[in-house]
């Protein structure tokens, strides 16, 4: 596959922002990034690349800031293992569980060991909310529960959630790259129990879950946590991650707004993961 390979150097450039700018990058197709002392490289594939849209996502941000970027188109050859064998890296989350792709090699022995083979950055469990979501998730007493992994991506969540015994689990992602991807890794790790599904939360309206684990942004939860509160049984338990710090009172007000009891957050660097429960 062609790629086009996107230099974006924007003023002031830190960690913060270049989350935030591959966030949104993600969401109009890139699927990879790379932080350098540049600040970001991201790649999508060529048939995907839009500089109007670029320009479009540029103009609206979450934070301000100035951006310069360029683009350059690579030559044909297989992006996603490259990017795959220089940077992503054998992953141990509480010492319970190690994250891998299937090129590493099996050293140590944990409880979980789940094997993906990425299309993307944010599904190896080395982006903060991901990691924090596997160790919150590592917490829990999952035998014979129904989970729902919403914006599943690379479906680690829904994989560790059936190795830890989940009766079934439902994967749900709006991008058919992570859809393909999530199909593919469930294929890897021999799981049974996990049914992946193309689409957005309207998939849910007539299901019933014990867990509700969401890995996707500040704005679609906060949209979309009212339809969570209606498919969550009494009692059930709600994870979610891909926020700031700064965002926890909007999610525990829009939480408590839907029978939600607001229990903790975690937080690794600036990025939380917040729990609540069905009263």
């Known amino acids: 596959m062609i790629y086009v390979q996107l230099f974006i150097s924007p003023n002031p450039c830190n960690e913060t922002i270049t ?3 591959s966030y949104q990058l993600g969401d109009i197709g890139y699927d990879s990034f790379v932080v350098t002392d540049n600040c970001l490289n991201a790649y999508i594939p060529q048939v995907s690349f839009s500089e109007e849209k670029l320009k479009e996502m540029l103009k609206h941000l979450l934070i301000e800031v100035e951006v310069d ?9 297989n992006w996603n293992k490259e990017w795959e064998k220089k940077y992503f ?17 099996v050293g140590e022995r944990y ?3 789940i094997v993906i083979d990425p299309k993307m950055a944010f599904g190896t469990g080395h982006h903060q909310t991901t990691y924090l979501m596997l160790q919150e998730i590592l917490k829990l007493s999952l035998v014979g529960k129904s989970v729902l992994d919403m914006g599943c991506g690379t479906a680690v969540l829904a994989i560790l959630a059936s190795q830890m015994g989940a009766s079934n689990t439902l994967a749900i992602d709006f991008d058919e790259w992570a859809y393909e991807n999530a199909k593919e890794n469930i294929l890897l790790n021999n799981i049974s129990n996990v049914d992946v599904k193309l689409g957005e939360v309207d998939l849910i309206q007539n299901e019933k879950f014990d867990y509700i684990f969401a890995n996707i942004n500040r704005n679609v939860l906060l949209n979309d946590i ?36 607001y229990q903790k957050f975690e937080q ?12």
């Open 69 to 77: 970027y360029e683009f350059k188109i690579l030559e044909d050859k």
């Open 111 to 113: 409880e979980h060991e």
């Open 19 to 21: 989350d935030v700018l």
């Open 268 to 279: 690794k660097d600036n990025w939380v993961a917040v729990t609540c429960f069905k009263k």
């Open 226 to 261: 009212q339809h969570y509160a209606q498919t969550l049984n009494k009692g059930g338990t709600i994870i979610m991650s891909g926020f700031y710090l700064e965002d926890v009172p909007f999610i525990k007000l829009e939480c408590e707004n839907n029978d939600l009891k």
């Open 89 to 105: 890296k054998p992953l141990v989350v509480s010492n319970k569980c190690i994250v891998r792709s299937s090129f590493h090699e």
